[in-house]
Structures are given as structure tokens and as C-alpha cells.
């Protein structure tokens, strides 16, 4: 097996891709603390202070408005899970990204789209799942690699901010958010990749990113 085959096994045993047979042979507790946890990143100058009105988690459209905005439309979605691989439930997951011309909500450019929300939120359910139909994240002046951040809260209590990069993009080794992402394992899971879906007739893509959320000493005592 090669580095490169080596660390794509890695990356799949991380993200638990095989915790589902692997529990059928253990008893439970035998993967706590198994799962690496999502490295924490910088949440950046755009986050909105100022929610738009429409926060719901499909980003294509604003409000009662028909026409989409301009992008590739990629649903966007996965599972926050502890590092024991239990799903977190009742987690707000809130995304925010630049439209397809670059430009936030919060610091919007001259041309910003108006038909893209940019920002977008979701409550978990008893699964840890979480979903959003948004646009593939672009480059944009200073930023290189096209990126999606992400905000992980429960009871008002942040538990983690991140970003989603785009699996093999070029700019990936350009962009210094990514390059202080030192562990290459790390790095592995701070990407997605953005997938055509089978059949789709618009050209959608589908990206699953898995959300790991490290404890501390004091959530373990608390659980």
C-alpha cells in the first residue's frame, strides 16, 4: 500500500465508514475516543453579525423567490458526532460562505447575488444529522481555497467552528488557512469532496462532511 492509499484507509477508519460492522464484533465502549476529532479553524472576518431574514438551510433561494442563485448547487450535509461516534443531537450547525462572485453578506462587493442567501442554519434531530442545498464554494481574492465555515452550537454553548474545503482543490496548498492545518490527517478531514449526483438533470453535487467534536475533561465528567 502506497502513502497516499495509507491515508485515504486512515481518513475512511476516522470517519467511521466501518464503525458500523466493527461494533457487531466489540462490545460498546470499545471505540470511545476512537474517532479523531474535526480540527478547529479560524471562523474568519465574514461571519454575518446580522442575520439575513431567511436563515433556514437551503441557501438557493431567498424568501418566496423563484429564481436561484448563481452556482453549482451542491447539498451539503453529514453527521456531529462526539468522538465516541454517538450522534450530538439538538446541535445548531450554521454555514456561511461567499456567493459564486466571492462576495459575503457581510461584507457584500459592488455585484453581490442577491438571489444567495449565504447564510444558513439547521437543528439536529436524534440521528446527528444535518443538511443544506448551497452552492460549490468558490475562491475569492486572499482566499485561494474555496470553503465552507461552520459553527457548531448546543444550549447557546459554541462547541466548534471550522471550515469544509473542497477535497484536492489546487489552491488547497495556496490558501494559508489550510496550510496551518499542519497533520496531514487533519487536513484529510477538513475536506469534502463534491460529487455529481446520478441523474441529476441540473448537474447537483453532493458532498458529505462528518463533524467530530472533541471533549474536554470537564464534558467527559459531565456525561
Request: glycine share 10%; charged share 20%; with cysteine.
Given at each position: ?30 471505540f470511545?475516543d ?85 447564510y444558513g442554519?439547521?437543528l ?7 443538511r ?22 448546543k ?15 489546487p ?18 478531514l477538513?475536506?469534502?469532496d ?24 470537564a ?5
Open positions: 500500500m502506497n502513502p497516499e492509499q495509507h491515508l485515504l484507509s486512515r481518513r475512511n477508519l476516522l470517519r467511521g465508514t466501518f464503525a458500523t460492522a466493527a461494533l457487531a464484533l466489540f462490545a460498546p465502549g470499545v470511545a476512537h474517532l479523531e476529532a474535526t480540527p478547529p479553524l479560524t471562523e474568519g472576518p465574514f461571519y454575518p453579525r446580522h442575520l439575513p431574514l431567511d436563515t433556514d438551510n437551503d441557501l438557493i433561494v431567498v424568501g418566496n423567490s423563484t429564481t436561484p442563485a448563481v452556482g453549482e448547487i451542491s447539498h451539503v450535509g453529514g453527521r456531529i458526532l462526539d468522538t465516541a461516534g454517538d450522534p450530538i443531537t439538538d446541535a445548531q450547525v450554521e454555514i456561511w460562505q461567499c456567493d459564486a462572485k466571492g462576495s459575503y453578506i457581510a461584507s457584500p462587493s459592488n455585484d453581490p447575488d442577491r438571489n444567495f442567501q449565504g442554519r439547521f439536529t434531530g436524534s440521528t446527528g444529522e444535518y443544506f442545498r448551497t452552492i460549490k464554494p468558490v475562491p475569492y481574492p486572499g482566499r485561494p481555497a474555496p470553503h465552507i465555515h461552520v459553527k457548531v452550537s444550549a447557546g454553548r459554541e462547541l466548534l467552528t471550522t471550515q469544509i474545503f473542497i477535497a484536492g482543490h489552491g488547497n496548498l495556496r490558501d494559508g488557512v489550510f496550510r496551518g492545518i499542519h497533520d496531514p490527517v487533519e487536513r484529510e477538513s475536506c469534502a463534491f460529487k455529481p449526483i446520478k441523474d441529476s438533470k441540473i448537474g447537483e453535487l453532493a458532498a458529505r462532511f462528518d463533524v467530530v467534536l472533541g471533549r474536554t475533561p464534558d467527559r465528567h459531565e456525561h
